[in-house]
């Protein structure tokens, strides 16, 4: 995702909040509108400066870390004095989704976690959010994940990815740090990255569904609480985002093996090497199918009881999610 223009955590607020005022353009439609509060404060609840340095002074150099903050602000400052509205309004349709996936992910993911990465990792290493999913013993396995709604851009992050799987590589980013683990790792670590991606029109449709579960019982929606949480739950949005996540990281494990497979000493150390980043992506790509599977069979008991709602359910299928489906 593109920098939100904000710089610092003084900075993060209603006045200078990069892409708020472009929530209320005449172009955006009241469903996005409506999440500006919830916008604002995923914004404001990123890590300041002085959080970073202490997470990972003893990772890294101070000079390295405040070189690289430096670099993040200097993004921030250039984003906010452009006039480009197309990556204003990519970057906001963007911000909405990522919100939705993290906010909502445990409706769909009910046993992963995701959180969101450091400004650093996202605007100079494409990765807007980590995902943990549970390994076969229960380890975690982690992707990265970069969000995007533009059908350019997500056509060129594929090929980004894909490369990295074609030469053997996970992608590697610079300030990572477990949400749910202080004693993991941190700092450089390699992982699987994957595209999350839809269409302006899908977004708002998915937006519509995440605002009347955050706000329960809306005045005027004629949803109670449960309601809501179903319609969140057994949403198209849900599928889109398996399907998305089983997709590539399948065919991330086609690359593996077939570099694999081309690898003339099998018992050397790239291909012991090869082997590990395989089994990897396997474990995840197991994983993904065996709780998508359970979504798919709860919401199929859940529609065959509910008919007359099916149709509020529906997220169209869209040019992005087409793009990480037939480039990948």
Same mark, same amino acid.
């Given at each position: 995702?593109?920098?939100?223009?904000?710089?610092?955590?003084?900075?993060?607020?209603?006045?200078?909040?990069?892409?708020?005022?472009? @929530?209320?353009?005449?172009?955006?439609?009241?469903?996005?509108?409506?999440?500006?509060?919830?916008?604002?404060?995923?914004?404001?609840?990123?890590?300041?400066?002085?959080?970073?340095?202490?997470?990972?002074?003893?990772?890294?150099?101070?000079?390295?870390?405040?070189?690289?903050?430096?670099?993040?602000?200097?993004?921030?400052?250039?984003?906010?004095?452009?006039?480009?509205?197309?990556?204003?309004?990519?970057?906001?349709?963007?911000?909405?989704?990522?919100?939705?996936?993290?906010?909502?992910?445990?409706?769909?993911?009910?046993?992963?976690?995701?959180?969101?990465?450091?400004?650093?990792?996202?605007?100079?290493?494409?990765?807007?959010?980590?995902?943990?999913?549970?390994?076969?013993?229960?380890?975690?396995?982690?992707?990265?994940?970069?969000?995007?709604?533009?059908?350019?851009?997500?056509?060129?992050?594929?090929?980004?990815?894909?490369?990295?799987?074609?030469?053997?590589?996970?992608?590697? @980013?610079? !300030?990572?740090?477990?949400?749910?683990?202080?004693?993991?790792?941190?700092?450089? @670590?390699?992982?699987?990255?994957? @595209?999350?991606?839809?269409?302006?029109?899908?977004?708002?449709?998915?937006?519509?569904?995440?605002?009347?579960?955050?706000?329960?019982?809306?005045?005027?929606?004629?949803?109670?609480?449960?309601?809501?949480?179903?319609?969140?739950?057994?949403?198209?949005?849900?599928?889109?985002? !398996?399907?998305?996540?089983?997709?590539?990281?399948?065919?991330?494990?086609?690359?593996?093996?077939?570099?694999?497979?081309?690898?003339?000493?099998?018992?050397?150390?790239?291909?012991?090497?090869?082997?590990?980043?395989?089994?990897?992506?396997?474990?995840?790509?197991?994983?993904?199918?065996?709780?998508?599977?359970?979504?798919?069979?709860?919401?199929?008991?859940?529609?065959?009881?509910?008919?007359?709602?099916?149709?509020?359910?529906?997220?169209?299928?869209?040019?992005?999610?087409?793009?990480?489906?037939?480039?990948?």
């Amino acid at each position: 995702m593109e920098p939100t223009p904000a710089t610092g955590r003084e900075r993060a607020h209603a006045e200078t909040f990069g892409i708020e005022p472009w @929530v209320f353009s005449r172009d955006v439609p009241e469903t996005i509108q409506t999440l500006a509060p919830a916008l604002r404060q995923f914004e404001e609840e990123r890590g300041s400066d002085d959080e970073i340095l202490e997470q990972f002074t003893s990772v890294y150099r101070p000079e390295k870390i405040k070189a690289d903050l430096a670099e993040v602000h200097r993004r921030e400052k250039a984003f906010e004095a452009s006039d480009d509205r197309d990556a204003r309004m990519n970057l906001l349709y963007a911000t909405v989704l990522e919100l939705i996936v993290q906010d909502a992910s445990h409706e769909w993911f009910p046993d992963c976690t995701i959180w969101r990465a450091t400004k650093f990792d996202d605007y100079c290493r494409g990765t807007d959010l980590f995902m943990d999913i549970p390994g076969p013993g229960g380890e975690p396995l982690t992707l990265a994940v970069d969000v995007t709604c533009s059908r350019a851009r997500t056509s060129k992050k594929l090929r980004d990815t894909m490369q990295e799987f074609r030469s053997g590589r996970f992608h590697t @980013v610079e !300030y990572f740090v477990s949400d749910t683990d202080d004693a993991r790792a941190r700092g450089r @670590v390699s992982m699987p990255r994957v @595209v999350l991606g839809a269409s302006y029109h899908a977004i708002t449709r998915a937006a519509r569904v995440y605002g009347q579960w955050r706000r329960h019982a809306a005045v005027g929606s004629g949803y109670t609480k449960a309601e809501a949480l179903e319609r969140l739950r057994y949403s198209d949005i849900g599928g889109q985002l !398996y399907e998305q996540l089983i997709h590539q990281v399948q065919a991330a494990y086609e690359c593996i093996k077939e570099l694999l497979d081309s690898t003339q000493d099998k018992n050397g150390t790239r291909a012991d090497f090869l082997r590990m980043r395989g089994q990897y992506l396997f474990s995840v790509q197991r994983s993904l199918e065996e709780r998508y599977r359970a979504w798919e069979k709860s919401r199929n008991t859940y529609i065959e009881h509910h008919k007359d709602i099916a149709p509020e359910l529906a997220v169209p299928s869209n040019s992005v999610l087409d793009v990480i489906m037939h480039e990948a």
